[in-house]
């Protein structure tokens, strides 16, 4: 019960990772599209969030272009350097965004990338999702020529499904380069990835699953769950999320007191729980970025690493899973 969960290696060639990352959405200052999803965190907070996943043993962040126009990569690394971290001390991963795009830009942006996350390396550049305007081809070329440049050292896709990692994984190893990963949804209430593929390649081709929305944006903490719907205030995007309401937050109670019984004999949370689950289920081949708006959930998420379930309770909150999902 108290083994710690090993780390892990980034697609087939490394480098180590915790199976836990730290998922900076959270940091994007609320600008842009995207960035307005999320309330405006001090650099304060996200220094103190920072601060907390790393004593937790979390040693990789995953952020994005996208996530607030490039303010969560320079929050990212702005608290990364208040934290006094050596660049090549932790992993970093960001994304390029594809939509109405072409190569060009993937490769004249890179600079402005590494601007942003200075003074720290890309570790793993992403493809954000699959709808581009570029070929898969010529995506792909692009992202080897910035491995074999020096600005970049894995490359990862995002949102892609079987035949797009067959595909992706392919072109790279004409250069000689291996597809570290995927990012896609997965968690106890999402796990499509289980039947439509994604999973299975991953597995067969040594390609690292990056589990996002893990814990179902809150849900599977257990916390919209303790009061009854109609008292429980819900705020910004939530709102508009039917998750998160009434039969919804009914269909899901049995599963979160499944995870809540478990929790107690283990002496940890409904959130670890989940996320422990999620990364323990296939082996080495997922790691999560669940993402924390306050230090205590950083805290908590990054506490996940420091025990294992047993295979019988891998197996029970599988099923409680199933059931939801089959209703
Ligand atoms: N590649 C993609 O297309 C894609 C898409 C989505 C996300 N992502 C990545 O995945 C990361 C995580 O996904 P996500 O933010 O959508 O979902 P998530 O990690 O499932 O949920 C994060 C939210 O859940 C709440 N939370 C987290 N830990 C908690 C805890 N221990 N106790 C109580 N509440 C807790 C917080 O909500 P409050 O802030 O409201 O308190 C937090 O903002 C993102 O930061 C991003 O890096 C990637």
Known sequence: MSTPLAPRTLGPTGPTISAIGLGCWQFSLGKGMAGRFWPTLELSTIQDIVQASLEGGINWFDTAELYGRGESEKSLAHALVENRVQPGQVTIATKWWPMARGTGHLLSSINTRSNCLAPYDIDLYQIHQPYALA????????????????????????????????????????HGIPLASNQVKYSLLDRKIERNGVLEVAKELNITIIAYSPLEQGLLTGRFHQDSTDSRPLTGPRKFQSKFRGAAIESTRNLIETLASIAEQYGKTVSQIALNWLVSRHGHTVVAIPGASKVYQARDNAGTLQFS??????????AESRKVLSM
């Open 135 to 174: 070929s898969m081809r010529s995506q792909m070329d692009a992202m080897a020529q910035l491995v074999h440049e020096g600005k970049i050292k894995q490359v990862g896709v995002s949102n892609f499904n079987a035949s797009q990692m067959r595909l992706a994984h392919k072109i790279l190893a004409k």
């Open 309 to 318: 379930l047993t295979e019988s309770d891998l197996a029970r909150i599988d």
